[in-house]
């Protein structure tokens, strides 16, 4: 990693590493070092990913029949899923609209195997120009690490406070699944400006394709700490099988349905 932000003439690790003790206490990292990367410091991001990866110990449970049956489901659930949810989309992205003109879609940079960048998709929650508005709020992070969490975040619309505590904003993703992006289970695909500063043993959680749901998400998602954040992720690496995406899938919707740690 610290070959990767040298190259991109942003930050040293020496510095990325002062910034983030300094940033960090009990709300987190309010201090991100890099908001903006631009394709070169993106792709220097993603191979300094892949090559911190290949010295990884953690081993990747699950062999070519689970990956290819795991692709399948992947493809016929949000198949189906996107042709039933056709006509509430229409309806959530016109409410959207309505109730703060501009795009219902929202989608952003995230990262997934061995750094793969790729846009995740997101019904609009926020303004139209949240993203200029972080370095504003960064300093309102309530995690305890990395990730960034506010309880009362100004970017959030009226209608997106509703669809973000019932998960609602989150179907689009069903997409990047189709598509390839993403599997249904998974770590959760991180943002390039958290990603920088992992450490090693962090960015394992890297090793797999990302996901619309994972241990995380059925535990407390947003009230979980950070660092068992990261270790129910390297947990689900390990032990990944049909059987247990099929117990997260079922575990994901109780939560969803008790509105278990959403924000």
Not at 115 to 142: H, I, L, T
Not at 202 to 229: A, P
Not at 232 to 256: C, H, N, P, W
């Amino acid at each position: 990693m610290q070959s990767t932000i040298q190259d991109a003439g942003v930050l040293t690790e020496d510095n990325i590493t002062e910034i983030t003790l300094k940033s960090k206490g009990k709300s987190g990292v309010t201090q991100y070092p890099i908001l903006d990367f631009d394709e070169r410091a993106l792709n220097l991001l993603c191979t300094g990913i892949k090559e911190t990866l290949k010295h990884s110990k953690i081993k990747p449970a699950g062999g070519k029949i689970y990956a290819f049956v795991k692709r399948l489901i992947d493809i016929v659930v949000s198949a189906a899923a996107l042709l039933v949810l056709l006509i509430p989309f229409a309806i959530i992205s016109l409410i959207i609209y309505i109730d703060d003109k501009g795009s219902p879609i929202f989608s952003q940079v995230r990262l997934t195997k061995e750094g793969k960048a790729f846009k995740m998709y997101k019904f609009r929650s926020m303004c139209m120009d949240a993203e200029a508005k972080f370095a504003e709020v960064q300093k309102e992070n309530k995690s305890d690490g990395i990730a960034f969490k506010s309880d009362d975040d100004p970017r959030i619309t009226r209608f997106g406070k509703f669809i973000r505590k019932t998960s609602i904003d989150e179907l689009p993703q069903l997409w990047n699944v189709l598509k390839g992006d993403m599997s249904l289970i998974g770590p959760r695909p991180p943002l390039p400006r958290e990603v920088v500063l992992y450490t090693p043993a962090q960015m394992d959680r890297l090793l797999v394709k990302g996901g619309l749901s994972c241990i995380c998400q059925t535990e407390g998602r947003s009230n979980m700490e950070f660092d068992k954040w990261v270790e129910s992720d390297i947990e689900y690496i390990q032990k990944r099988s049909l059987g247990f995406d099929m117990k997260l899938v079922f575990k994901t919707a109780l939560a969803v349905i008790q509105g278990k740690g959403a924000k």
